[in-house]
């Protein structure tokens, strides 16, 4: 079982920067790729930045690439979001996902393949 707990959300101006961090309980956090996602009131959540068990594949949406970095601390069992130039529209929960693969390569961009969750934390922007 793995519980993971993010930290570092808050109110930034639009061009601003944040990072947020996912901490992660247990032992076998190499055995997860790790995801990022979000979601707006009145919307549905969705995919972010995911990064590989090993850390050596990333992949973003369109909408962050370029803005976002995803990365990760086997040592510290911790996952981050660095997030610069934010937009009004990053506005959102930010939830921290855990998925369990056997490849230390393959991510994951949708919902369902993450098997653990963490609480969210808000990221709100404004102008």
């Known amino acids: 079982q793995v519980q993971l707990v993010e930290s570092g959300g808050g109110l930034v101006q639009a061009g601003g920067s944040l990072r947020l961090s996912c901490a992660a309980s247990?032992?076998?956090?190499?055995?997860?790729?790790m995801g990022w996602f979000r979601q707006a009131p009145g919307k549905e959540r969705e995919f972010v930045a995911t990064?590989?068990?090993?850390?050596?594949?990333?992949y973003y949406s369109d909408s962050v690439k370029g803005r976002f970095t995803i990365s990760r601390d086997n040592a510290k069992n911790t996952v981050y979001l660095q997030m610069n130039s934010l937009k009004l529209e990053d506005t959102a929960v930010y939830y921290c996902?855990?998925?369990?693969?056997?490849?230390?390569?393959?991510?994951?961009?949708?919902?369902?393949?993450?098997?653990?969750w963490g609480q969210g934390t808000q990221v709100t922007v404004s102008s």
């Open positions: 990064i590989s068990r090993s850390g050596g594949n990333t």
């Open positions: 247990g032992r076998t956090f190499t055995s997860y790729a």
């Open positions: 996902a855990a998925g369990f693969r056997p490849s230390t390569q393959t991510m994951g961009t949708l919902t369902g393949q993450y098997d653990h």
